[in-house]
Each structure stands twice: as structure tokens, then as C-alpha cells.
């Protein structure tokens, strides 16, 4: 009993010590400085979480209803977002008990941000280690391609004088002032609007579906292929796995033992935006949404379509920066200007693989096969279990699991499914139906694709030629036609 006291002294005693920075200040311009950009309260995590789980990826979710139908639609993604919450709450598990065992060896973390693949390092040892940190850089790399895409697909239907390929090259170059911010500490403005803005666009697809009405001659004929099926199910499974920033917004808290819930409720409140607005433009557009990934190109032109545009982008590439730094031993310095520019490299194949796949829709189906499943579901869940196999693991746990999912018995019964379930029809019949798709696109417009899914061009005609002039015959037409020869006159060898 003793010996425990000492550990809860500790582990409070050094939260306490990140506590203090998030006291209130008493001038009026540090509370000011504080509002916009130094947050790390349980509702700046709710808004990271519930701003960054979504996202662009909003926009393919009506895409996924036409290659599932309405009722896996559904389903899925009631049933993803459950399990995206589980493993989520598996992270939090695990970032606890790694900086509580650091934390008595007396480690200072105040100038150094926490990333998984080193809570994989510190718990389980390196060879866990350098497969969570493969497989974690290689997602939040095609995580930010996948936003570059999106914001350059989405200002392309405001302003088409521009092809996509060069809105990504201007939003780029846009995106590479992200470099400036330090932490997700720093997020709090950026994760607000976000939230309202993704907000304000899941109802926008809603109203302005419901107010358009069906199309004439809609079908709504999914699930009709094996392939469509399967990749529409793991772009839902790409979805809800945006956790692989979990230990990076835990760290940013003033209490990241508060954690375990928030992913939880940020769930449930994107689940309210993501089923109206994908059932709606399902329900108005059916099997059109097969050949638009982007639901954008069916709604008509407007101001408030063109107000929904706007979504966040960035929070995928910070955890990026925070490993190139750590790479380069940059990570600790405390000058904001050479951060940035170290962190420059980093943008390069960003927005190099934006410009070679951009297959908004089909992409994230591939990452979300092929790296969301390992990232953020298979490997956490054998993490959990591998960490605490042992009775006495599991007895001086940090974390215990909840009573009502059946303590530990439950959370390795839940974690084993997981495992299978993500293995077989995540990365397995989910990989084979996306990468089909995924070559299937590159076949039909190529690699370097100028304008993905953009419409042909129109030409218009010139002054002289319009729909009279060329409805009327040549005026030397029926003097030509009487001196050709008819068919009877003609003769065979």
C-alpha cells in the first residue's frame, strides 16, 4: 500500500507539472495570446479530434453510400466509428502507462512531444518500435496528400479557370505555412474553425440534396460489385481511423489522463454530420456518385456550396515534423523560425504525390486498406494485449479497462476480433478491392492526371457557325448529289 502512494504521488506530481502552464494569466494580453493560440483543455482535444476524424474525407462518404448502398452505409459506419473509438481509447491506454513509467525514472517531457512509435519503443522495445513508425510516417504522409488533393478538388468548383493540378501546386505552397506551428497545443483557432466548418459543410450536402430533390431516372443499384463494395468499406475504415494523432493531441493537454473519453463523444458528433449528409446526397444523386468521388461536382453552383468548400488542413503533417526534427536533432531547439525552415523538406513529397495520384476518393480507400488498418487498428490492439499479458502488467496497470466491457477478459476478447476482423476484411478483401480501383484509375486517366473527374471542355462555336448554318446542306449540295452515281449503276469485277 505504501509503495503505491508513492506511485500515485508521482504520476500527480508530474501532471501537475504540465498543469500549471494551462493556468489563467492575469495581463490581458496573455489571455488574449491564450484564446487564439495556446490551448490544451479538454475541449481543444474534442476539437482536434472532432475537426481532424472527418475532415475532407466528408466529401467521399456519398461516394461510399453508391458502392455499399444505404444500408451498409450506414452500418459501416456506425460500426467503424465504435471501433475506431476502441482503439483510440487502446492508444490513450498506452501513452498513460509509457509517461507514467518514464515519469518515475524522473524524465522531463515539458520541451519534447511524445509520438506512438516511441511509446511502441518504450513498452514493447525497437523492433515495434520501427514498424510502428514505418507504418505510421507512411499514413500521415498520404494522409496530407489525401487533404492537399481535397482542398485543390474543392476549390477547382468555385473556380475551374484553373485545372486541379495547379490548384494543388498554389494550395501547396498554401499548406507549407504550416511549418510555423509548433504543437497541437497551438491548433486551438484552427481547430475550432475547422469543426464549424466541417460542421457547416455536413449540412450544407444535407439541405442542399434534400432541396434539390432526386435527379431524373435515379437508380441506387449498390451494392452491385464485389470490388465497389469492398473499397467503399475500407474508405469508411479510413474515416474513422484519424487517431494515428492521438499521443501527439493526448500531449498537448493540460490532463491527458482526460483523454480516453473525448474520442468517444467526437465520434458520436461526427456520426451526426456523416450519416445525414452522405444518406442525403445518396438519396438525391444514387449511381451518379459512382463516377463523382468528389460530392461537390453534382451540387449546382451557389454561394453557400461555395462557402462549404473551406475545410481545415494540416493536422496530418505536424506529427510528420515532429519526427523529421527528431531525425535531424532540431526537436528541442527553441527558435520557432529555424523549426520551420528544417521543417521545409517535409512538404516536398507532400506535394509531389498530390500532383502524381490525384484520385480523391479511390486513394483514400487504398491508404486506408493498406496502412490505416495496421496504424490504427491491428497494431494497438496486439500492442494492448502484448503490453499486458502478464498478471502483474495487468494488476499495476495505470489504465484498467471498464468494468462494463468485462475488465480485462472483455478488452482482450474485443481486441482479438479487432485483429481478425480488420486483417481479413480491412486489409485483406478491402486491399484487393482497392488497389483494383486504384489501378483501374490510373489506367483510365494516368498518373499526372491534369484534372481528375473534371468535365470535357466546352468549346464554343464560332459566330459563324451556329445551329442553323450547320443544319443547311452546301448550296451546291443537290447538284453534287445528282451527278453521283446511284447504286444501280454501279458495277462489280
Known amino acids: 500500500m505504501e509503495s503505491e502512494k508513492v506511485v500515485e504521488t508521482v504520476v500527480a506530481g508530474n501532471y501537475v507539472v504540465m498543469e500549471t502552464e494551462g493556468k489563467k494569466p492575469t495581463d490581458m494580453k496573455t489571455r488574449v495570446y491564450n484564446l487564439f493560440w495556446h490551448g490544451g483543455s479538454v475541449y481543444d482535444a474534442w476539437f482536434s479530434c472532432a475537426s481532424n476524424q472527418v475532415a475532407q474525407v466528408l466529401l467521399t462518404l456519398p461516394y461510399s453510400f453508391s458502392q455499399l448502398g444505404m444500408l451498409s452505409g450506414v452500418l459501416f459506419q456506425v460500426f467503424y466509428g465504435l471501433m475506431g473509438s476502441w482503439t483510440a481509447y487502446l492508444i490513450s491506454a498506452l501513452y498513460v502507462e509509457y509517461r507514467t513509467r518514464k515519469e518515475r525514472e524522473k524524465v522531463d517531457f515539458r520541451n519534447h512531444v511524445i509520438q506512438w512509435f516511441e511509446v511502441l519503443d518504450g513498452l514493447l522495445g525497437k523492433h515495434w518500435r520501427n514498424v510502428g513508425l514505418a507504418f505510421n510516417c507512411t499514413f500521415l504522409l498520404f494522409g496530407s496528400v489525401i487533404q492537399l488533393i481535397a482542398c485543390a478538388s474543392n476549390i477547382y468548383y468555385i473556380n475551374d479557370n484553373l485545372d486541379k493540378r495547379t490548384?494543388?501546386?498554389?494550395?501547396?505552397?498554401?499548406?507549407?505555412?504550416?511549418?510555423?506551428?509548433?504543437?497541437?497545443?497551438?491548433?486551438?483557432?484552427?481547430?475550432?474553425l475547422g469543426l464549424i466548418m466541417t460542421t457547416y459543410t455536413a449540412w450544407y450536402l444535407t439541405i442542399a440534396s434534400l432541396l434539390h430533390g432526386q435527379v431524373e431516372g435515379v437508380k441506387h443499384s449498390g451494392p452491385a460489385k464485389l470490388v465497389l463494395y469492398f473499397t467503399g468499406a475500407t474508405n469508411i475504415l479510413y474515416t474513422f481511423g484519424g487517431h494515428a494523432v492521438t499521443v501527439e493531441v493526448m500531449h498537448a493537454m493540460w490532463k491527458p489522463q482526460k483523454f480516453k473519453a473525448i474520442y468517444l463523444f467526437a465520434t458520436l458528433y461526427v456520426m451526426t454530420l456523416t450519416l445525414p449528409s452522405a444518406a442525403a446526397v445518396y438519396w438525391a444523386f444514387g449511381d451518379l456518385l459512382l463516377n463523382h468521388s468528389n460530392a461537390f461536382a453534382l451540387l449546382p453552383t451557389s454561394p453557400f456550396r461555395d462557402m462549404a468548400v473551406f475545410i481545415t488542413f494540416g493536422f496530418a503533417c505536424t506529427p510528420l515534423y515532429f519526427v523529421w526534427e527528431k531525425a535531424i536533432g532540431m526537436h528541442e531547439c527553441k527558435s520557432l523560425c529555424k523549426r520551420a525552415a528544417a521543417r521545409l523538406p517535409v512538404v516536398i513529397p507532400i506535394w509531389f504525390l498530390a500532383i502524381i495520384f490525384p484520385f480523391f476518393g479511390p486513394i483514400n480507400s487504398t491508404v486506408g486498406s493498406l496502412l490505416v488498418s495496421f496504424t490504427v487498428y491491428i497494431i494497438p490492439a496486439l500492442a494492448h494485449m502484448i503490453t499486458f499479458k502478464s498478471a502483474a502488467a495487468r494488476e499495476n496497470a495505470v489504465e484498467q479497462p471498464p468494468r462494463f466491457l468485462g475488465r480485462w477478459a472483455g478488452a482482450y476478447t474485443i481486441n482479438v476480433f479487432v485483429v481478425v476482423w480488420v486483417f481479413i476484411v480491412g486489409f485483406g478483401f478491402g486491399g484487393w478491392a482497392s488497389m483494383t480501383n486504384f489501378i483501374r484509375q490510373i489506367d483510365t486517366f494516368g498518373l499526372f492526371t491534369k484534372c481528375y473527374q473534371c468535365p470535357p471542355p466546352q468549346f464554343p462555336l464560332p459566330p459563324h457557325l451556329n445551329s442553323t448554318t450547320l443544319a443547311q446542306p452546301p448550296a451546291n449540295f443537290h447538284h453534287l448529289n445528282a451527278l453521283a452515281p446511284s447504286p444501280s449503276n454501279l458495277h462489280h469485277p
Open 167 to 192: 490548384w494543388t501546386y498554389i494550395f501547396g505552397a498554401c499548406c507549407a505555412t504550416t511549418v510555423f506551428i509548433p504543437s497541437f497545443r497551438n491548433y486551438r483557432i484552427w481547430s475550432f
